[in-house]
């Protein structure tokens, strides 16, 4: 997997197959969310991208999956 170097940190990228797997979404909501920049996409080659995992694991934790709804559904907390 490619790493990309700032600032002397080495910081290993997702491919969107790795990213969708962690946002439990489809290949193609990932390539939606980074168009969208809702996730962060870095281009590596011509046609190669990756996916910053800092910018995923914020999308989790703002509760977002796919983002076109509200969040992931809990029982018991979220109206039905």
């Given at each position: 997997m490619p790493d990309l170097?700032?600032?002397r940190w080495r910081i290993s990228l997702l491919t969107r197959h790795e990213a969708a797997e962690r946002l439990n979404v489809s290949f193609s909501t990932v390539r939606?969310?980074?168009a969208?920049?809702?996730i962060t996409e870095?281009?590596?080659g011509k046609r190669a991208v990756r996916i910053d995992p800092?910018?995923?694991e914020a999308h989790i934790r703002a509760g977002r999956r796919g983002g076109h709804g509200t969040g992931p559904v809990i029982p018991g907390?979220?109206?039905p």
């Open positions: 170097i700032v600032r939606r969310l980074g969208e920049g809702k870095v281009q590596v800092e910018s995923v907390e979220n109206p």
